[in-house]
């Protein structure tokens, strides 16, 4: 850093060098409006400012960190997911609807939108999967990190007799994406409320 600053997932500094200051930021770093909307959806997010003149390191429970570049466009992310933006961008919270639900993550999640970068976190190296009208993409709701572009997405149900005779194939819930855009998986599953089905 060389006096600019970024916001960062609270308590995620394992190091730095130089002359750094760090500051808690009210409601995921919106402010009181950010804060009311963030009790509001369940979306929580506590976060820092880092700011001032050297370099800083970045971690969280070891998880594989994904840099992701924005040139004016918007970042839909798991909060959980989110470690590190460029102060100049933008957060803020969406509704998702079934999606989220679908991931134990609630009905809403966050944007990041500007142009700089963010880091995400995954369990294990991301993995970005184009999206395109030709090729719409199915993810599993456990798997999924982040999406940007002009994507859609929808709930998908795979539910049928067999699943509830315990024949199904372990993948209940699907989120389909189609459009033109990027979306990020991790190589592993979280646990989520549809796997239980």
Request: net charge neutral.
């Amino acid at each position: 850093m060389t006096g600019d600053a970024v916001k960062a997932k609270n308590g995620s500094m394992v190091a730095y060098d130089g002359q750094i200051a760090f500051k808690k930021l009210s409601g995921g770093g919106e402010g009181l409006r950010g804060m009311v909307t963030r009790r509001l959806t369940g979306e929580q997010m506590t976060v820092m400012e880092a700011r001032g003149h050297g370099t800083c390191w970045f971690a969280d429970r070891a998880s594989e960190i994904n840099l992701v570049s924005l040139q004016g466009d918007k970042l839909y992310v798991e909060s959980s997911n989110l470690l590190v933006t460029d102060a100049g961008l933008r957060t803020g919270t969406t509704f998702t609807g079934l999606r989220g639900a679908s991931q134990g993550n609630g009905l809403f999640t966050t944007t990041v939108e500007g142009h700089g970068q963010a880091a995400l976190l995954s369990d294990g190296p991301a993995v970005v999967l184009r999206v395109s009208a030709r090729y719409p993409l199915t993810v599993d709701p456990g798997a999924y990190i982040a999406h940007q572009g002009n994507v859609r997405q929808s709930f998908q149900s795979g539910v049928t007799f067999r699943t509830f005779m315990g024949e199904g194939g372990g993948e209940a819930f699907q989120i389909r994406f189609e459009g033109d855009g990027l979306v990020y998986v991790q190589p592993s599953e979280r646990n989520t409320i549809a796997g239980d089905v």
